[in-house]
């Protein structure tokens, strides 16, 4: 039913800044916002990491690793969820993937890629 795709990945210097953004389709602004929203990421040669939630009732959680820095937003009206990553070092480079829950759904974009380097 959803469909999730990332974009805003790239290209950064230490120290720069990105911000990802989350569209959903085929869900309605009423069933949007009932999800919880989750950015994740996975870098090379490790696990998938929950790097950012944002919930339904409007609550944000963050990684230790990311707090501070990155901070999630929601527009239920344009069916987006964006990650504003500041600060990057190059431990953040990873693929970043949008996830979006509620009961038994569960929706997966294909994710973006971020390269934090010299």
């Known amino acids: 039913q959803v469909h999730l795709v990332e974009s805003g990945g790239g290209l950064v210097q230490p120290g720069g800044s990105l911000r990802l953004s989350c569209a959903a389709s085929?869900?309605?602004?009423?069933?949007?916002?009932?999800?919880?929203m989750y950015w994740y990421r996975q870098g090379p040669g490790k696990q998938r990491e929950l790097v950012a939630s944002f919930s339904s009732a409007g609550s944000t959680n963050y990684a230790d690793s990311v707090k501070g820095r990155f901070t999630i937003s929601r527009d239920s009206a344009q069916r987006t969820v964006y990650l504003q990553m500041n600060s990057l070092k190059p431990e953040d480079t990873a693929v970043y993937s949008c996830?979006?829950?509620?009961?038994?759904?569960?929706?997966w974009g294909q994710g973006t890629q971020v390269t934090v380097a010299s």
């Open positions: 085929g869900i309605t602004f009423s069933s949007f916002r009932s999800y919880d």
């Open positions: 996830n979006a829950k509620y009961y038994i759904h569960d929706y």
